[in-house]
């Protein structure tokens, strides 16, 4: 099966040796994704980054064939556990009739530390080659 890179065209991919997303036949898998705007800036809190991060997972389903209704999976990583609420009713308000299998999880910090929420989406694009 072909794999196709999705690049965010982000200085670091090179650098760490990733894509923002990979397809390879069917699978879509995005990797972690934050809520930064066009210029890197991080982007308000905890809601915002969450919106703004499931909006450029959006795109890069979108570059690899696949939309937001093709996502089985997220996972988030947040930075602050009590956060949760905020965080997810804004991962529902783009997920709520799709409803993939979700996680959330804690963790100690991220790569810059006004960054709250970090997100990682799977999809599956029906008949999909």
Same mark, same amino acid.
């Given at each position: ?9 982000? @200085? ?10 990979? &397809? *390879?036949? @069917? $699978? ?10 066009? $210029?890197? #800036? *991080? *982007?308000?809190?905890?809601?915002? +980054? ?11 389903? #979108?570059?690899?064939?696949? +939309? ?13 556990? &009590? +956060?949760?609420? %905020?965080?997810?009713? %804004? $991962? ?7 409803? @993939?299998? #979700? ?7 991220? *790569? &810059? @530390? ?8 799977? %999809?599956?694009?029906?008949?999909? +080659?």
């Amino acid at each position: 099966m072909a794999r196709v890179l999705v690049s965010s065209n982000a @200085p670091w991919e090179s650098t760490v040796g990733y894509s923002r997303a990979v &397809r *390879v036949g @069917p $699978h879509v898998y995005v990797a972690g994704t934050t809520g930064i705007d066009e $210029h890197g #800036s *991080v *982007v308000g809190g905890a809601r915002a +980054q969450t919106l703004r991060a499931l909006e450029i997972i959006e795109m890069a389903l #979108s570059q690899a064939g696949a +939309q937001l209704s093709d996502v089985v999976r997220t996972r988030m990583f947040v930075t602050d556990i &009590r +956060q949760w609420e %905020a965080i997810g009713q %804004a $991962h529902g308000e783009v997920f709520g009739k799709i409803r @993939p299998a #979700s996680t959330v999880v804690e963790v100690k910090g991220l *790569v &810059r @530390p006004d960054l709250l929420v970090e997100i990682e989406a799977d %999809a599956i694009v029906e008949n999909g +080659q």
